[in-house]
C-alpha cells in the first residue's frame, strides 16, 4: 500500500479516537461513568490501531497491552511505558458494557467518577504517545 494512503488510513483511525475521547469527557461531565470509562478504553485502542495500519500491519483485537506488546521493534520499545496504562484501560472493554459482568451490580451503579476521570487521563496519555509515534513514522518515511 502506499504512504500516503497509510497515512490517510492511520489519520481516520486517530481521528476517531480523538472523537471517542471527546465524548468519554463529555460523559464523564454528565456522570455516565460506565460508558466514559467504556469510549476511553475505545480511544485509546483506535489510537494504537492507528500505529499499527500506519506501519501497514494488520492489528487484531481490543487489547491495548497486546497492541503494544506485539508492535515490531524499535515501536514496541518505543511505547512499552505505556503497558501499565494498556492494561488499566483493558480492565474497562467488557465489565463496563454489560450488566451480568460484575457480581450484583450494573455497570452504571459500580462506576465511580475517579475511575472514569482516570481511564480518559489514561486515554489521552495513549493518544499523545501515538500521535508522537505516527509523526515519527512520518518524517521517517518522507521522502528526502
Same mark, same amino acid.
Given at each position: ?9 492511520? @489519520? ?20 455516565? #461513568? ?8 475505545? %480511544? ?5 490501531? %492507528? ?20 508492535? +515490531? ?7 512499552? #511505558? ?12 467488557? +465489565? ?10 450494573? +455497570? ?13 487521563? #489514561?486515554? #489521552? ?6 500521535? @508522537? ?8 518515511? %518522507? +521522502?528526502?
Amino acid at each position: 500500500m502506499s504512504v500516503e494512503r497509510l497515512d490517510a488510513d492511520a @489519520r481516520r483511525w486517530f481521528y476517531q479516537a480523538k472523537d471517542d475521547l471527546e465524548a468519554a469527557e463529555v460523559l464523564v461531565s454528565a456522570r455516565k #461513568h460506565a460508558q466514559a470509562s467504556f469510549l476511553a478504553q475505545q %480511544a485509546g485502542e483506535k489510537a494504537l490501531k %492507528a500505529v499499527w495500519i500506519r506501519l501497514d500491519l494488520d492489528p487484531w483485537g481490543h487489547s491495548l497491552g497486546r497492541l503494544i506488546r506485539d508492535l +515490531p521493534t524499535p515501536r514496541k520499545e518505543q511505547l512499552a #511505558h505505556l503497558l501499565d496504562t494498556a492494561l488499566a484501560l483493558d480492565k474497562l472493554y467488557i +465489565p463496563t458494557r454489560y450488566p451480568d459482568s460484575l457480581a450484583d451490580q450494573t +455497570p452504571a451503579e459500580a462506576y465511580t467518577m475517579p475511575e472514569a476521570r482516570a481511564a480518559v487521563e #489514561h486515554a #489521552h496519555t495513549i493518544l499523545d504517545a501515538a500521535m @508522537r509515534t505516527l509523526d515519527e513514522i512520518r518524517k521517517q518515511s %518522507a +521522502p528526502l
